[in-house]
């Protein structure tokens, strides 16, 4: 067994990373004013930008990415009629208060979000990777220069940042204004993040109208777990991406292992971060994800496990994704939405299946 102290800080880097969670007795103030409290919905656009115009160029891709481009079509016109008609939000106010308590903190590299500032270690070049897969040719030292990305829930910066720093056009955003505050600052620390990294304070619906299908990539970074409303959050990540786009996410398993650690053991045993912080609930299997990503005109290409080392602070990847996952899907093309499925397309769906999660399971850190 660990001792006390070491299991503490232990367990609240492991939290920190899948919940960014405060040690024990740290409560949150109500300032809940300092979180984006703008009406998220707006009723006022009658464009519907995402419901694009049809094409009549047949693709033979695999049935599996044509049949989600075509529950895609059905799902953006679902998010147009949710986001006019009902005030839905991915936005859990109550549950962002301890963002706000500790938006400080976010550069503390041995802090309460180390897990998270070695998590890049992994994410940024599983980003990175999968993003060149796309592109010809790209230039050394700025590898991503010409793409614009989204990290949404950015919180302090952390992955924002160092995709800045590959080139890439950066906007993060998230619904807590210290972070963003935070963010602003630890940016103006490297000169070269001045002109590609950009941050602003609003969720993901704020900007959905304006942001039609404008990213190479979204980021959701440890966020889908916080969400209320992940359907409708991962609807708004499709809309904001360019046909072709790619969404990264990584987030924590529903399953019994992390209903152990991160909930009984953290929350009431071992009181490692307050009662409540996490709700197990909104944790999203991988199957179920995929199945929300498919459903809106995402093909999932790479689902693979990550695992974390509290003794050495270090994550690495693995096929066991009973905890902490990442997920990579692409956005269907225009005319993929309109092609209809041919049913020789059977065993290619079969054949990328096997492909996609075998390219999984070999990623290496
Ligand atoms: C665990 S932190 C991750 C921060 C950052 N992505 C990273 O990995 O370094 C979760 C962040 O998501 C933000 N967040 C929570 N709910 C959100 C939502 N519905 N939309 C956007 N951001 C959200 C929080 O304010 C917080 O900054």
């Known amino acids: 067994m660990w001792p006390g102290v070491t299991l503490r800080s232990a367990g609240a880097r492991l939290l920190g990373a899948t919940g960014c969670r405060g040690s024990r007795g740290r409560s949150a103030p109500a300032a809940a004013s300092a979180v984006y409290s703008e009406n998220q919905i707006s009723r006022t ?5 995402w419901i694009d115009s049809a094409c009549g160029s047949m693709y033979f891709r695999p049935s599996r990415m044509t049949s ?5 079509v059905r799902a953006h016109r679902l998010l147009w009629t ?13 549950g962002l208060k301890v963002f706000l308590a500790l938006a400080h903190k976010w550069w503390d590299e041995q802090g309460v979000y180390a897990p998270l500032h070695s998590m890049n270690a992994l994410r940024v070049p599983f980003i990175r990777d999968n993003l060149l897969k796309a592109v010809a040719s790209h230039q050394p030292g ?6 614009k990305i989204l990290d949404v829930g950015c919180g302090g910066g952390l992955l924002s940042e160092p995709l800045g720093r590959l080139g890439a056009s950066v906007l993060g955003i998230d619904p807590v204004e210290e972070n963003i505050k935070t963010a602003q600052h630890h940016r103006t620390f490297d000169p070269v993040l001045d002109q590609r990294v950009e941050y602003r ?14 990213f190479d990539a979204v980021v959701a970074s440890e966020v889908v777990e916080h969400v209320p409303d992940l359907e409708t959050f991962i609807q708004c990540c499709c809309q904001v991406l360019k046909p072709g786009g790619s969404l990264f ?29 996490h709700t197990w609930e909104k944790f999203v299997s991988p199957e179920k994800l995929e199945s929300i990503l498919e459903s809106n005109g995402l093909s999932a290409q790479t689902i693979v496990g990550m695992l974390y080392n509290p003794f050495s602070g270090r994550w690495r990847w693995t096929e066991n994704t009973s905890l902490n996952y990442a997920a990579h899907a692409v956005k269907c093309k225009a005319q993929e939405r309109e092609a209809p499925v041919p049913s020789a397309c059977k065993g290619e769906e079969a054949g990328a299946r096997a492909e996609a999660s075998a390219s999984g399971a070999v990623l290496e850190s």
């Open 45 to 49: 656009s009658h464009n519907k930008p």
């Open 201 to 214: 304070v609003c969720s993901l619906e704020g900007i959905v109208q304006e942001s039609a299908e404008t």
């Open 82 to 94: 949710r986001l006019h008609s009902a005030s839905r939000s991915s936005v859990d106010r109550e």
């Open 249 to 277: 996410i990584t987030t924590i398993n529903r399953t019994q292992l992390s209903y152990a650690l991160g909930i009984v053991f953290a929350e009431q045993i071992a009181h490692i971060v307050p009662k409540g912080t």
């Open 68 to 72: 989600a481009c075509l529950k895609g």
């Open 142 to 147: 700025i590898p991503l220069s010409g793409m």
